[in-house]
């Protein structure tokens, strides 16, 4: 499968949810204010956002769409454009370039939202371009989680620091970040634990774990990664603003999009916060994760009509 074939196939719950409600909505000759009301309506309740949503309708009801022409094609076409030129400036494909400098990157979010699958995933693309990575298991609340990560190092065969269940989670990734100092590693990657937004102390552990890291670099860490799962709804906008306010994010990458025909929450997403988007998850296995690319992300979404 190609590149888009594979986004395409990913997104196809969200995809066919458009393209099946818009074509309910579109039936007339022309685009009147029932219409736009309707359409406006659909956006919303595809979490789209209340902003994109009357953006979209704005455009719409300004642009002189011929009556000749087809006018669901010329609506698909709007919704593409906007998305593109939204999303656009959020691709951050160099984030997976090779680098000799070495960066740390802590991998935040809720529980189950996907942090250590994602984690095994970009480590495989990174690793890939000639990097040299390293695991931290710094999610020590739970033994399985350890062996998840270790089984993911194993897997694409990077070193993993780890300690035992229950040990301090910012040491850990303190000797992560001291063996990648001290052995040339490129890129630490830190998992944490699902730590609810509203639990003050799992907050001030993940603070931490990020104070620990600057003791050894001071610029670290480089990158804050907030994993979102696209099928966790509106509660994305908080989990957003509650991570941001911790540790300013520099990426997200959202998980589940396979799962959900309400893919549209990261228009939202990015329309309100206009974070840089790293990469999507479309699946559980290891090559399931794609670089985030605004046009193949716009051209599959918004389906053929
Ligand atoms: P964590 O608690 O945030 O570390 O989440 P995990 O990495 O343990 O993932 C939780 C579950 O979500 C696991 O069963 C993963 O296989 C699954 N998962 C992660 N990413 C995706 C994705 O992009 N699509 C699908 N369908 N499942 C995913
Ligand atoms: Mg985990």
């Given at each position: 499968m190609g590149i888009f074939d594979i986004f395409k196939f990913g997104l196809k719950k969200s995809a066919t949810?458009?393209?099946?409600?818009?074509?309910?909505?579109i039936i007339k000759k022309e685009i009147d204010d029932q219409t736009l009301n309707e359409i406006e309506e659909f956006l919303i309740k595809s979490d789209v956002g209340l902003e994109a949503a009357e953006d979209i309708r704005g455009i719409i009801s300004q642009k002189k769409i011929d009556p000749k022409k087809n006018l669901l094609g010329e609506v698909n076409n709007i919704l593409k454009q906007y998305i593109f030129e939204l999303m656009r400036p959020l691709e951050k494909k160099d984030f997976f370039d090779k680098t000799e400098n070495m960066k740390t990157i802590i991998v935040s979010g809720v529980n189950g939202v996907g942090k250590t699958t994602t984690i095994g995933k970009l480590g495989k693309i990174l690793k890939s371009n000639g990097?040299?990575?390293?695991?931290?298991?710094?999610?020590?609340?739970?033994?399985?989680?350890?062996?998840?990560?270790?089984?993911?190092?194993?897997?694409?065969?990077?070193?993993?620091v780890k300690s035992s269940q229950g040990s301090d989670p910012a040491s850990v990734a303190y000797k992560a970040v001291e063996e990648a100092k001290n052995n040339n590693y490129s890129h630490v990657l830190i998992d944490t634990a699902g730590r609810l937004q509203n639990k003050k102390n799992l907050m001030e552990e993940y603070k931490?774990?990020?104070?620990?890291?600057?003791?050894?670099?001071?610029?670290?860490?480089?990158?804050?990664i907030l994993v979102l799962d696209?099928?966790?709804?509106?509660?994305?906008?908080?989990?957003?603003?509650?991570?941001?306010?911790?540790?300013?994010?520099?990426?997200?990458?959202m998980t589940k999009l396979d799962g959900t025909a309400k893919g549209g929450i990261l228009i939202?997403?990015?329309?309100?916060?206009?974070?840089?988007?790293?990469?999507?998850?479309?699946?559980?296995?290891?090559?399931?994760l794609q670089i985030f690319d605004a046009k193949i992300f716009s051209d599959s979404f918004i389906g053929a009509n």
């Open positions: 949810n458009f393209t099946e409600g818009l074509r309910e909505i990097n040299k990575i390293l695991f931290s298991a710094s999610d020590t609340f739970r033994a399985a989680a350890i062996d998840q990560l270790d089984n993911w190092s194993k897997k694409i065969e990077v070193k993993i931490k774990i990020s104070n620990v890291t600057k003791k050894i670099d001071e610029k670290s860490p480089h990158e804050v696209a099928t966790s709804g509106q509660n994305i906008i908080t989990q957003v603003e509650e991570f941001n306010r911790i540790i300013p994010i520099t990426g997200l990458v939202a997403i990015s329309k309100k916060f206009k974070l840089p988007i790293l990469a999507l998850g479309m699946g559980e296995k290891e090559d399931d």
